[in-house]
């Protein structure tokens, strides 16, 4: 293989929670032709393989991830506008987008600013915030199969939903993401994002790792309230505890470990469904092997 696969490579650098053990093998294409390379380097191995985008909505377990993990989150960013339409590469920030197409006075997705993902991880999750979501802007998904083909797919084709898609089931990786924007008002859309920006400083803890909303909203509820109902503000398993700030973050309150995070979450599913009768489903997605809660 021409891209240099490297072995044995930290992940928690890479991940916002900062937890987690080592990738067996690690890449970092920079171009098309190169994600489906280690694609079909890893199929050749008989590996697994993970695509890591900014890690800001996941935990790999402490043993880490035995197969090959694939990075978007360095090279593979550029963002191309064409009139009120913008072409982004996986690898590129959602926020940058955010900024740009703000400052092009294009609306649509001034609500997303601060996300901090790529815009393939925003894409698979379907990445959304105060009322906005990507699916509402996304034409086209171009990805690459395992093996190697290109496809391109229109939006109702990608099953978008609450931080839902198709990709979820399909093993490819995205490459590109096409948006359209609608032309809007740019000074006002500064103050959104700017409000935007404010109320997530204002109400997220910000200054410890996490990895943004632990659960997903239930119909007609808060994930948040339920927890805080269930009072388990500041609850703490391990160096993993829920934010006194937010109750839907859970936060490395210092040396947690990717399974303090897990036995954690587990808890508050089975305390708030106790206290509430509504079972939690985690938003943050965890890779690998844990043990199960309670043992
Ligand atoms: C402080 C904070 C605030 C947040 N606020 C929000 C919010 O308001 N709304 C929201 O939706 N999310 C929020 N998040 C979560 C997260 O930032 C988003 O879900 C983001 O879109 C994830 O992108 P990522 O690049 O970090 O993906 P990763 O965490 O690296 O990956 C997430 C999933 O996407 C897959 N993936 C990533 N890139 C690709 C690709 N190119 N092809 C195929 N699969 C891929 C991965 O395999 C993984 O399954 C927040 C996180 C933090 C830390």
């Not at 160096?239 to 947690?256: D, L, P, Q, R, Y």
């Amino acid at each position: 293989m021409s891209i240099l696969v490297r072995e044995n490579i930290p992940l928690s650098p890479l991940i916002s929670f900062k937890v987690g053990g080592p990738a067996r093998y690690f890449v970092e294409p920079a171009t098309a032709a190169e994600f489906s390379e280690a694609l079909s380097w890893a199929k050749q191995k008989g590996l697994e393989t993970f695509i890591l985008g900014k890690g800001t909505n996941l935990v790999f377990s402490d043993l880490g991830y035995p197969g090959l993990v694939i990075y978007t989150g360095k090279s593979f960013h550029t963002v191309t506008w064409d009139g009120n339409r913008v072409r982004a590469q996986a690898g590129a920030l959602l926020h940058t987008v955010v900024t740009q197409s703000v400052g092009k006075g294009m609306a649509g997705i001034q609500h997303l600013a601060g996300i901090p993902g790529t815009m393939g991880g925003g894409t698979y999750i379907n990445a959304g915030a105060f009322g906005q979501e990507l699916k509402e802007v996304i034409v086209t998904v171009t990805s690459t199969t395992m093996d190697g083909r290109l496809v391109e797919r229109a939006n109702a084709e990608c099953g978008f939903a609450y931080r839902h898609s198709n990709f979820f089931h399909w093993n490819e990786i995205i490459l590109e993401t096409v948006l359209e924007l609608l032309p809007g008002e740019k000074e006002a859309m500064q103050s959104e994002m700017r409000e935007t920006l404010r109320k997530r400083k204002e109400k997220q803890p910000l200054h410890l790792p996490n990895a943004g909303s632990m659960f997903k909203r239930p119909p007609g509820q808060f994930a948040g309230v339920l927890i805080e109902q269930a009072g388990l503000k500041g609850f703490r398993m391990g160096g993993a505890m829920i934010s006194e700030k937010h109750a839907n973050f859970t936060v490395n309150a210092g040396g947690a470990t990717a399974q303090d995070i897990h036995d954690l979450s587990s808890e508050v599913i089975r305390r708030v469904k106790e206290n509430s009768g509504t079972t939690l489903e985690r938003e943050v997605i965890f890779i690998g092997e844990f043990l199960p809660w309670p043992r």
